[in-house]
């Protein structure tokens, strides 16, 4: 869990003082169950009952990316939704957004305090006491929908309150949290199908059949109609166009703005989230062509880091930290390098929670080499020497850094000319770094 007041230095408010104080009072960061949140809940008039319609999110990859598509295609048709996502990039306010805005730093002030006095001194977690200051948030202001992603798994999370959503929605699962979730894809995928609710239809990704399998089987427990993707919905690319297909009819879509053939599984889900709220062929264009989601193989092209950059050299900045983003972003480095032969460098810093060797080894053959960086102001960050190790032991030429700049200062030492690309990656916390310190 990132520190919440990173980010925020530039411009400090009283809710950085309030954060920071709500960090001391559980010994733990992460602490899975929902008898704290139920507690704080009902003593707050038990928000999270007034609500506007929720879609509810979980899943291992694409939570952020799809939720992101889902608002910009119902904001194209003039409905507004309230969001929750986590973690931050830059500044806290980022979790919230009311109305479709991020929230004020005065709004967020006052609820994190009455949160806060409320609650007084007895343990709850950092992301219970903020997922609950955020539903007070929402359920004081007027919006079309709510729309919660998942923090951590979903049977225990705080968002999983929620008595009768308008919609479920599980993105692809995969290996990640194993020490919280299980340490195999059908334990990972029953608690993330924590989140299905008797008579809620819930929208399935592209699944491993072994966690299709597990999903299937507890819907039909609670009588949760699915929607699953390769039978009840189609999404493939045909001629770089998304093509989409359900039994109300067949869509020929723009491409999403968010890059990556991972961004089209994600596209086509949220496209069959909408179509399932009952939204049409406006709202699904929109919601490819609308998107704006940071930190997801993100161009940077101002700030200090960009301006160390020669001519006709491009930085990448992308938040991925597991197996499966180590996937995608490898093919994202196929396809730029077919379209645009290139040497490709990567900077990557990671946590200690991650599984390093699984995420850099299918980048090692696109990769000259990568440079390793401790995150930041992060307790959980892998030393850069460590780092640089197991890199090797992944299949990459490693070296470590102090810190990006002088990670990308390495780069530009062995490269010093175009045609050239440079990947930052590994963790939201280290984009997050990165995009306070590059402006």
Not at 65 to 75: D, E, F, K, P, Y
Not at 136 to 157: K, N
Not at 284 to 303: E, F, I, K, N, S
Not at 336 to 355: C, E, M, N, Q, V
Request: hydrophobic content about 45%; some cysteine.
């Amino acid at each position: 869990m990132r520190a919440p007041t990173r980010g925020t230095m530039r411009n400090p408010g009283p809710s950085d003082a309030i954060l920071e104080r709500l960090l001391s009072l559980h010994p733990k960061i992460i602490d899975l169950t929902l008898d704290r949140v139920w507690r704080l809940l009902a003593e707050m008039g038990d928000p999270q009952r007034a609500l506007p319609p929720v879609v509810h999110i979980a899943g291992t990859n694409g939570k952020g990316s799809t939720l992101a598509m889902i608002r910009a295609g119902m904001a194209a048709t003039g409905k507004t939704a309230h969001a929750y996502t986590s973690p931050h990039l830059a500044r806290f306010h980022e979790r919230v957004r009311i109305a479709g805005e991020l929230i004020s730093e005065p709004d967020l002030a006052a609820v994190l305090e009455e949160c806060e006095r409320v609650n007084g001194a007895r343990p709850i977690t950092f992301f219970e006491i903020t997922t609950v200051a955020a539903y007070v948030a929402f359920a004081r202001s007027r919006a079309d929908y709510t729309l919660l992603e998942v923090g951590l798994g979903g049977r225990l999370d705080a968002t999983n309150v929620i008595d009768r959503p308008a919609l479920s929605v599980i993105t692809p699962v995969s290996i990640d949290h194993q020490q919280y979730l299980g340490e195999t894809i059908e334990e990972i995928a029953f608690e993330k199908a924590g989140i299905l609710k008797p008579g809620v239809p819930c929208v399935v990704g592209p699944q491993r059949d072994v966690a299709r399998e597990v999903i299937e089987a507890r819907a039909a427990e609670l009588g949760a109609p699915l929607m699953i993707h390769g039978q009840d919905w189609m999404a493939r690319t045909e001629h770089g166009r998304l093509v989409y297909e359900d039994e109300r009819g067949l869509l020929d879509l723009d491409p999403p703005a968010l890059l990556g053939a991972h961004q089209f599984e994600n596209a086509g889900l949220a496209v069959a989230a909408l179509r399932a709220l009952g939204f049409g062929e406006t709202a699904c264009g929109a919601a490819l062509t609308d998107v704006v989601w940071p930190a997801r193989m993100q161009r940077l092209t101002r700030g200090p880091l960009a301006e160390r950059m020669p001519a006709g050299a491009t930085l990448w900045l992308d938040g991925g930290h597991n197996a499966a983003a180590g996937e995608a972003l490898a093919v994202v480095a196929a396809e730029f390098a077919a379209r645009a032969p290139a040497p490709l460098w990567l900077i990557a810093g990671l946590l200690d929670t991650k599984a390093v060797e699984d995420f850099l080894r299918p980048l090692a053959p696109h990769a000259e080499g990568v440079v390793a960086v401790a995150i930041p102001d992060t307790k959980a960050a892998i030393p850069a020497g460590e780092l640089a190790a197991r890199a090797r032991s992944a299949g990459l030429a490693a070296q470590p850094a102090t810190s990006v700049a002088q990670a990308l200062d390495a780069i530009l030492a062995r490269a010093p000319t175009a045609p050239l690309r440079v990947l930052i990656c590994g963790s939201l916390y280290l984009a997050g770094s990165v995009l306070q310190e590059n402006g």
